[in-house]
């Protein structure tokens, strides 16, 4: 194979977020822009000759393009194999199964998830390691500074590869293997649910159902286990292809930009369930007629209800959850007496937990819910559990939330994001808050006295690793808490996320709006961080 040594000069941008390096596609269209960020990868990992890399993405624009470069540059440093998807397609989840399954050193994702695409839009990239899982911050560390010296890459003098055709060729002694992105994903799904009683459930009419896969990468995943493998209706997915533009949409699964789908959920004679999820397929959002599950709710029914699931029959050995997600998971965990993990924001922090097996199920507020079976987040499995769930127990969606309140209470939630604030101003907020934290406990608000006030920090319970700065947290007597933090994953300026939580125990109260159960929590949160006031903003731009 020959190979050719590229003179190139470093950017000093390519610092990975809480999802791998994110950025609008004319930043990866600038010269040796990927280029570098791949082999500042292959060059901070060991031992991978002759070894397999999985490689694929959500379809977005730029992902083709992509694609064929890394194929060069990873046949030039000393694969042997790599295993891609059709059209250069694999969802997060899929991509993740794929790594453990055939024992692949890592792999490539190409996404940048719930980000809008298009040759204005964003692009991403990420490693996941041989566990399937995205690659901890040691590595991420290693990756960024490697790219800030890069000086040359290598890349291998071949032509582009048919990514359309199934099956394995041979080039230049790299194996190249071009399999279907959904069959072994549909397999372990098959593997975990009692796809009998789907069946049933679904051609007796019991449940009708209605998935957005928002024009991006869940279309034939959908299609093939929901539509062909379950019976359920052709039309019961919606936004099936996958598009490079996601229709000009953000494929963010949300009530407002899964509208279609909130349109209908919401109306008479709305299907008893519906679903979407985002651009790569990790993230989900569950609903039912008339109903909207917070993502830490649904956290929380899962797990105590996953005993009713066959894969989890036996039950959980322990549960995590992000920080920022609401303490709802926790009351499940103390009444079956398992372990409850809290961890900082990004999937990559439950990696160490599930491979020493102390967790069975985790998830985040930000729409993310998985477990043991990989090492992501995973859209459509949240979806069957939930179908599983409803088929088992023979009770629509609103029941099971209303039956789950009555027993352990309600965490009423609510996030609210600032997005594209200027940096200056992002990090002024931030040090506002941090000066506050040793001044608020003991201070009394009306009924919220502040308990305590600091910036989360943790200490992987595996490995030792510590990680710093995740978040500031205030949280009062009465178990309320407010927590602020700056997103990892924006392309542009600063997103403050703000988030808000309440217990409620009374049963009579459950049924309230979260944004009127929280006011006064909302009200105090803006006079501890005065974002309105220092960026002349009147609302957040997304409340969820
Ligand atoms: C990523 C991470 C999640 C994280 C989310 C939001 O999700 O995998 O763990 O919760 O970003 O992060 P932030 O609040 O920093 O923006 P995804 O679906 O975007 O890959």
Redesign the pocket.
Known sequence: MQIETIETHAYNDQNP???GLRKKVKVFEQPGYLENFVQAIFDSLEDFSGKTLVLGGDGRYFNRVAIQIIIKIAAANGFGELIIGQGGLLS?PAASHIIRKYQAFGGLIL?A??NPGGPNEDFGIKYNVGNGG?APEKYTDAFFQRSQVIDSYKTAIIEDVDLDNLGSQQIDGLKVTIIDPVTDYAALMQSIFDFNLLKQSISSGYITLMFDAMSAITGPYAKRILVDMLGAAPDSVINAEPLEDFGGHHPDPNLAHAHELAERMFSAGAPTFGAAS?G?G??NMITGSNIFVTPSDSLAIMAANAHLIPAYAKGLSGVAR?MPTSQAVDRVAACYNIPCYETP????FFGNLLDAGKITLCG?????TGSDHVRE?DGLWAVLFWLNLIAVKRMPVADIVHEHWQKFGRDIYCRHDYEAVETPVANAIVDCLRQQITTLPGQSFGEYVVKYADEFCYEDPIDGSISKNQGIRIGFENGSRIVF?L????TVGA?L?IYIERFEADATRHNQDAQVALAELIELAEQFCEVKKRTGRVAPDVTT
């Open positions: 977020g809480t999802s997060t996404s998830s719930h995205p985002d790569d990790d993230r992000s924001t990004g999937w990559k985040e507020e930000s729409f993310g987040k933090r997103s990892g994953t924006g997103t996320r």
